[in-house]
């Protein structure tokens, strides 16, 4: 029962998003930019991307991210919940 409890207070939490079509731009412009590249390729970019975000961020903002990843833990199959995991395991955020 805690699952699907999990799974509806994550989806509560994403109910309100709205994107505005500049932001479905940027995310589809993303996803083809990354389509051709490794798994460890990526995994370079998120730590790049995470420096950047990091130096560019209020402490708050930065933490709130990292909230929002670990609220879609309930959404995720196994084998994403071992990536995001990894990904927090590189970025010391585990």
Known sequence: MEKDENINKAMDEFKEFQP?????????????????????????????????????????EYEAIFEKLNSIRPLLNEEQLKKLDKILYILGKD
Do not use: H, P, T
């Not at 993303?30 to 975000?53: G, H, Q």
């Open 20 to 60: 505005s079509e500049e932001q479905i731009e940027i995310i589809e412009g993303l996803a083809e930019s990354y389509s051709d590249k490794s798994e460890d390729d990526i995994f370079v970019e998120i730590i790049k991307m995470n420096e950047d975000m990091e130096s560019k961020m209020s402490q708050e």
